[in-house]
């Protein structure tokens, strides 16, 4: 195992153990990568959705090749840890998920996450949970104890799963070997504070969905960990179209 990569993750594993709150932003290329590291982030993650826009592809698009390269190229470009958003693993078996968990560890990536998500839903709990279990046996037996594993579930998003059913799931997946746990598109901070009890004492990261929740409120209900997800890279999207469309319509850039 590569020294320097577990130093970073032994780093990454100890930041989940502090008392403040991770703040974990999602860079989507070099450029943005370098601004948060200037901007002080301890930590960043991947984001998948981000990252496929840049080659004019949709979330899902990317290729495993293209999701590996794209982490290794960020990876070697910072001290900073770096969180991989590893989709479903990019393997329908455990065996395949296990092979490519071998091939992401040769990244120097601090840790990975993996959604339950199947086509349009998810699997079954019961094989969700296997899963999860044969990603984290991957990660210790290639990257070692420090290697860390954000199991999520993705049922709020693909309308899957409501609170008690997702609460599940997360609870299993912190049976099978989780690290992290994981639930995107959780919004109402009742509902958040619900679910940092039932999985306590791991960890739950929140991906910060609404304007009008700030990381102070999600702090104070014991999350430990936020995520932006795509939406630092949907702003510059956002303010790119805005300002070509302008250009191309009346020959002038907006005011900046």
């Not at 969700?128 to 420090?146: C, F, L, P, T």
């Not at 008690?164 to 997946?173: D, G, H, K, N, V």
């Not at 949907?234 to 319509?249: C, K, N, P, T």
């Amino acid at each position: 195992m590569d020294t320097s990569a577990e130093l970073t993750r032994q780093q990454f594993r100890q930041l989940h153990q502090q008392s403040d709150i991770l703040v974990l932003p999602n860079p989507w290329d070099l450029g943005s990568l370098q601004y948060l590291e200037q901007q002080g982030a301890q930590a960043v993650a991947t984001t998948s959705a981000g990252f496929a826009w840049t080659l004019a592809k949709e979330d899902y698009e990317i290729t495993l090749d293209e999701s590996l390269h794209h982490i290794a190229e960020l990876v070697a470009a910072t001290s900073l840890p770096v969180n991989a958003d590893f989709e479903t693993g990019f393997a329908v078996t455990e065996a395949q998920l296990r092979q490519n968990i071998a091939r992401l560890e040769q990244t120097g990536v601090a840790a990975f996450s993996i959604e339950d998500r199947f086509e349009d839903g998810l699997y079954e709990l019961s094989e969700a949970a296997s899963r999860v279990k044969a990603a984290k046996q991957a990660a210790i037996e290639y990257g070692g104890d420090d290697f860390m594993l954000i199991a999520r579930c993705e049922g709020l998003l693909t309308g899957s799963t409501g609170l008690e059913s997702t609460i599940e799931r997360l609870q299993a997946y912190a049976q099978s070997g989780a690290d992290v746990l994981y639930a995107p598109g959780l919004r109402d901070l009742d509902d958040i504070a619900k679910v940092v009890q039932a999985v306590a004492p791991l960890p739950l990261n929140v991906l910060l969905l609404q304007d009008d929740l700030s990381v102070e409120q999600l702090a104070s209900v014991g999350v430990k960990r936020v995520s932006s997800g795509s939406r630092l890279a949907a702003a510059a999207r956002s303010a790119f179209e805005l300002a070509a469309q302008a250009l191309l319509a009346t020959g002038q850039l907006p005011r900046s």
